[in-house]
C-alpha cells in the first residue's frame, strides 16, 4: 500500500485561487502514476487530473481544462494541483491517487492506493 498525503485545501471565494498537494512515497516500480480526483456531495468521485512520475504525460479533465495544473516536485515527493478560478461547482473533497499503469488514468476504479482528502470549499 502506498501511502499518500493531501494538504493545501480551504475555503475561499470564488475567482481565487488554491495549490493542493500529495505527498507520496517517490517514484517506484509501485506506481508511476499520480491523479487527483474529487468528490461533492450526493455526486460520484470524478477523476480531475493525472500525472506520470516521469513528467512527460499530464491530462486534465475537461471539466477544469484551462483553470487546473497538475505538476510535480521529485525532490520533494509531492504532486501538486494549481487550482485558479475557482468556482462554487468545484467544491469538493479532493483526493490524491496513485497507481502502476492505470487503465483509465481519470477513472477511480484504476486506483488502489487513496489519500484521506482535502477539504475544497468555494463560496460565490
Known amino acids: 500500500q502506498v501511502k499518500l498525503v493531501e494538504s493545501g485545501g480551504g475555503s475561499v471565494q470564488a475567482g481565487e485561487s488554491l495549490r493542493l498537494s500529495c505527498e507520496h512515497p517517490?517514484?517506484?516500480?509501485?506506481?508511476?502514476?499520480v491523479a487527483w480526483f474529487r468528490q461533492a456531495p450526493g455526486k460520484e468521485r470524478e477523476g480531475v487530473a493525472v500525472?506520470?512520475?516521469?513528467?512527460?504525460?499530464?491530462r486534465v479533465a475537461d471539466s477544469v481544462k484551462g483553470r487546473f495544473t497538475i505538476s510535480q516536485d521529485n525532490n520533494k515527493n509531492t504532486v501538486y494541483l494549481q487550482m485558479n478560478s475557482l468556482r462554487p461547482e468545484d467544491t469538493a473533497m479532493y483526493y490524491c491517487?496513485?497507481?502502476?499503469?492505470?487503465?483509465?488514468?481519470?477513472?477511480?476504479?484504476?486506483?488502489?492506493?487513496w489519500g484521506q482528502g482535502t477539504q475544497v470549499t468555494v463560496s460565490s
Open positions: 491517487a496513485a497507481e502502476s499503469h492505470p487503465v483509465r488514468p481519470l477513472a477511480p476504479a484504476s486506483y488502489t492506493n
Open positions: 517517490g517514484i517506484s516500480i509501485t506506481h508511476n502514476a
Open positions: 500525472i506520470y512520475t516521469d513528467g512527460k504525460i499530464t
